[in-house]
């Protein structure tokens, strides 16, 4: 089960290309549940996610996620079956106290300009405990029109 919290971002952290980052590409197959395909660099995934819980304001929402690697050619396949339009962002991975980690897309393309930051939690509790540093912005956990698979229809 995936735990996590999404933030809009009001500014970057310092030094932003010292951290580990990626370029993603995501297409969506099926909205419910979620059914995506992934390229993160030269790393293929097929994903399905299915909401849990949607949660209230401020607090964290609940999936279950299962993810298969695929082929370039198994992802080009399937990308052509996506439907809207694709997603693209670089993730940054950064380190946060606790051992939890910001994972901060910004995005390109039709979604230019848009900064999101999520975090996954062991458990509820962390997640109910858990104080954003001052980069973050207002907690969109539960506004669906954060999510990534309304970005690409919308």
Known sequence: MEIERKYLVVSLPGNLDSY??????????CTSPTVRVRRMGDVYIL????????????????NREEEFDLSAESYERLKAKCEGRPVLKTRYKIPLAGGLVAELDIFHGAHEGLRLVEVEF?????????????????????????????????
Do not use: M
């Open 47 to 62: 994903t399905i996610k299915e909401n849990l819980s949607k949660g209230k304001k401020g607090e964290a929402i609940h």
């Open 122 to 154: 062991p458990d509820t509790a962390a997640s109910n405990t858990f104080t954003p540093p001052v980069w973050f912005g207002e907690d969109v956990s539960s506004d669906r029109r954060y999510r990534n698979s309304w970005l690409a229809f919308n």
């Open 20 to 29: 580990p980052h990626v370029e993603i590409e995501q297409c969506y197959l």
